[in-house]
């Protein structure tokens, strides 16, 4: 009866940490996932204001990768599924088509993209 209660208890704590908010799964309460009707309530001009305003998270480094380079990792920017560059190109584009903002991190940036995105990635949609 013992290990019946402790594996009951195993299961429910494992079903809770899979459905976490912020857990890379889109949904109410994800972080990774910024919506067009949150956008709308940003007074940003640009995707980069926007995001600074609302998940200022995705902007952050992440820390040195190596001793060797120093300069800590920032993440890429995609917009529709191509190659943008770096978090400075966010402050060129308008939020007036934007749709959704995407955080990726580095360890699924680098399973869709490849290597070299040990920063994450931000991936913009539009319409």
Known sequence: ????????????????????????????????????????????????????????????????????????PRATVYVDNVRFGALETLQSLTVDHLLRVEYLSASDATTRFGTDHTGGAILVTTR
């Open 1 to 72: 009866m013992q290990s019946f209660k402790l594996l009951a208890a195993i299961v429910l704590f494992a079903g809770c940490a899979a459905s976490a908010p912020g857990s890379g799964r889109p949904g109410v309460g994800d972080r990774s996932i910024l919506t067009r009707d949150e956008i709308v309530t940003s007074t940003g001009r640009n995707v980069y204001e926007v995001i600074a305003q609302l998940r200022p998270e995705y902007l952050r480094s992440r820390g040195a990768s190596t001793f060797r380079n120093e300069a800590p």
